[in-house]
């Protein structure tokens, strides 16, 4: 088992896609991979280019052109891990690359080995008499004009770089035939990328070429084709790690090495082949400063190095039965200097890497190409880029459309739903959500379910104690259509993931997913279940139940199972256990019924309907830090066994404020309600549940006149509830102002 400092310099961040940006920085400034000032820049967006310092990077500068700034995971490279910026715009490279590297760390990771990071400077010779015998004699000078070159950059010879060695080439005019000689001075660079050495060292060696060829020397330049640094990087992948739903191990095996041998002798497929293995190649070179255009240049011109264009990689068998992947290209990128002096982005992101020399920088980009192109390969081989990809597809779509914020998921499931997913049909649906009009569903109804915020009683409902909760409306929708496999689509939360079989223990959605159509008799039917959230996950507001609920129903609709309001309950509570452990069966009763609830549990779960006396305003902060059910009620327990009679004490305590808030919400008391509410809060505090994200947000709402703030459902973030009856609209307006997310509704 890795030690805690392994853990925490390592490149497996668990369910990091799932933080706020926010909270993404911050795990990585717990880690050590990005320092005080680096970790303040990106939370304000202080590390971005300005304008000044563009103006003095290029000519005729208007503006800067931002692309996002993701990072590739699980990347075990040499034994090492690494957190590798990306920089590209494209939808899946992201996923799919840390995907394939999670894979590949299962078996050890990327191999990877470099030859010296050797660039070529060109001199062109022309008006020669004769030309073999002049190139005879630059050879014999060759010591001679190495010396000239290094002589004009010592510091590069002296940290063990400099010109290495001569050739000198043959070649006729296509024209007319005229002989030239072409000297090819191979310079060792080390960190830099070296253009600038390379090109001043073939100026400066210019003229003793004229005297010793005794022709005209015209162009001195550098070449991007770089065939002397490059990088070979090596991964194996035992069958057991290839299997995906539908199809084993051998058959993905057999696959890739199939479309791997297309590409090894069709260009046409070999194009777009290593068009995806640079995908991740160039997104690193962006973010890392360096010149993709000549990593581009240079990686095609060595795929046609022998007349016949081809892939890039090798995908092949080995005597054990495993797969086994291979990339070898040109690689020479730089650390130092460039871009990287001046560019904060790029400079953070070469520290996020861990500083790495030039060397090992052309190893991670390599294992980069070759996450990449197993990726695809794998994607291409079981069900097709186009379906696996079709939510990212849809949101792309409404980006390039300019769907404003306030009407981008909405806009995205019309989309998806309307089997066209094309920026035109994205204008359309948005010009009718703006004017207010029906946007077409599907052929099939949907199904919904209520969310939940818990005015009184969290924690303390584990133990018996009752809960004050209501319903958030329409908080998920979910619809059932007839398809060729079994897949969950959630838009809005970016998951479009086939449904595994069911097994012992089911894990994420799609294990609880799987559990509940086995529970149904629905494990042999393929199906699409399209999921529609109005609220965010993981935000303490019963998203998980109102998931399961809706889907239920769904199902139940779908396949005409008319399944009681008794049976859904029960359904959707399993399906609380198997994501949460130990759940009181609040969340999953008010998904259900849609009413407000005094929830208690006993040993049998019994909840009796609350109908406030008028309509209030309930004000929702959400922190934006994910708030994990199991493991804040796994902290209390703890808390709990080492002193039971303290945190009993405690739990009676947050009893008697639900029910004595309950009465007030019948009454209409709000002040008294309000007044309840932050009590409860207090001894939250106690159980140590809140986050100061949560407290700030209590603070702004109390600030700005609700009459009682808390937080609402497991805590460690989350959101919170302010009970607002004059009105929501300023406590909305401020946390929104402080850069939260909330929204308001009226408990009637």
Not at 423 to 448: F, M
Not at 521 to 545: H, K, Q, W, Y
Request: proline share 4%; aromatic share 4%; glycine share 10%.
């Amino acid at each position: 088992m890795a030690s805690k400092s392994e853990q925490d310099s390592s490149s497996r961040i668990p369910n990091f896609f799932k933080l706020g940006v926010k909270e993404r920085v911050r795990a990585l400034h717990q880690r050590g991979l990005i320092t005080d000032s680096d970790l303040r820049a990106l939370e304000t967006s202080d590390h971005t280019l300005k304008l000044h310092i563009a103006d003095k990077m290029i000519e005729n500068v208007i503006g800067v052109l931002g692309l996002p700034v993701g990072l590739g995971l699980n990347f075990l490279v040499n034994g090492k891990d690494y957190v590798v910026p990306l920089s590209v715009e494209e939808p899946s490279i992201v996923a799919g690359l840390s995907g394939a590297a999670r894979t590949a760390r299962l078996s050890g990771g990327f191999e990877a080995s470099t030859t010296d990071p050797i660039l070529i400077g060109q001199v062109q010779v022309v008006n020669l008499d004769d030309p073999e015998r002049r190139r005879q004699e630059l050879l014999d000078r060759s010591e001679e004009i190495l010396n000239l070159a290094n002589s004009l950059h010592p510091k590069m010879l002296g940290r063990g770089g400099g010109a290495k060695d001569v050739e000198v080439f043959l070649h006729e005019a296509p024209e007319d035939g005229r002989p030239m000689l072409v000297l090819h001075l191979l310079v060792d660079t080390r960190d830099a990328m070296g253009a600038n050495v390379v090109n001043g060292m073939c100026e400066g060696v210019a003229s003793l070429i004229e005297t010793i060829s005794g022709g005209k020397v015209f162009l001195r330049i550098l070449s991007n084709l770089t065939d002397r640094a490059l990088v070979s990087v090596r991964a194996r992948i035992p069958i057991q790690n290839l299997e995906v739903r539908g199809f084993s191990g051998e058959q993905v095996r057999e696959g890739i090495i199939l479309a791997n041998d297309l590409a090894r002798v069709d260009p046409y497929r070999a194009t777009t082949h290593n068009k995806g293995i640079m995908n991740g190649v160039d997104a690193v070179a962006i973010a890392t400063g360096n010149d993709f255009r000549a990593i581009e240049a240079a990686a095609h011109a060595y795929a046609a190095r022998d007349g016949h264009y081809r892939a890039l990689t090798r995908w092949y068998q080995n005597d054990e039965g495993d797969l086994v992947g291979e990339i070898e290209m040109p690689m020479k990128v730089g650390t130092v200097g460039g871009s990287l002096e001046t560019n904060p982005t790029v400079r953070i992101n070469h520290r996020l890497l861990g500083s790495p020399n030039a060397a090992e920088l052309a190893g991670v980009m390599g294992a980069v190409g070759l996450a990449q192109n197993y990726a695809a390969l794998r994607s291409l081989t079981t069900a097709g880029i186009q379906q696996n990809h079709m939510t990212l597809h849809a949101r792309s779509v409404a980006s390039t459309a300019e769907v404003p914020e306030e009407h981008f998921d909405t806009v995205v499931d019309a989309l998806i739903e309307s089997g066209d997913i094309k920026v035109w049909n994205a204008q359309e649906i948005l010009k009718r959500v703006q004017s207010n009009t029906a946007v077409a569903q599907g052929p099939e109804p949907r199904s919904y379910a209520s969310g939940k915020i818990i005015l009184l009683g969290e924690h303390a409902v584990v133990y018996g104690r009752p809960a004050l909760a209501a319903p958030i409306p329409l908080a998920v929708e979910a619809r059932v259509v007839d398809s060729a496999d079994t897949v969950l689509l959630i838009p809005r939360w970016g998951i479009e993931q086939r449904v595994p079989p069911m097994t012992e223990n089911p894990q994420g959605l799609t294990g609880i997913l799987a559990l509940l159509l086995k529970r149904l008799d629905l494990a042999s039917r393929s199906l699409t279940i399209e999921a529609f959230p109005n609220v965010p996950r993981a935000m303490g507001l019963g998203g998980s139940s109102a998931l399961a609920v809706a889907v239920i129903r769904a199902l139940s609709d779908h396949f005409k199972l008319d399944l009681s309001n008794e049976r859904v309950n029960e359904l959707a509570f399993e399906c609380e256990k198997a994501a949460h452990g130990t759940p009181s069966g609040v969340d999953n009763t008010i998904a259900t019924y849609g009413s407000t609830l005094m929830f208690e549990n006993t040993g049998v779960p019994s909840f009796q309907e609350v109908r406030p006396a008028r309509s209030v305003s309930i004000a929702v902060g959400i922190s934006g830090k994910e708030s994990l059910t199991a493991t804040t009620v796994a902290q209390v327990r703890r808390a709990w066994e080492r002193q039971p009679e303290r945190y009993e004490r405690i739990f009676d305590q947050i009893g008697d404020l639900t029910r004595a808030g309950t009465e007030a919400l019948r009454d209409g008391a709000y002040q008294e309600l309000g007044e309840l509410m932050n009590l409860c809060q207090g001894y939250l505090n106690a159980l140590q549940v809140s986050t100061p994200e949560l407290e700030e947000l209590i603070h702004i709402a109390r600030s700005c006149g609700a009459v009682g703030a808390k937080l609402t459902g497991g805590g460690g973030g989350g959101s919170v509830i302010a009970l607002c009856p004059d009105g929501a609209s300023d406590v909305v307006e401020a946390m929104q102002n402080s850069g939260f997310e909330a929204l308001a509704f009226d408990l009637t």
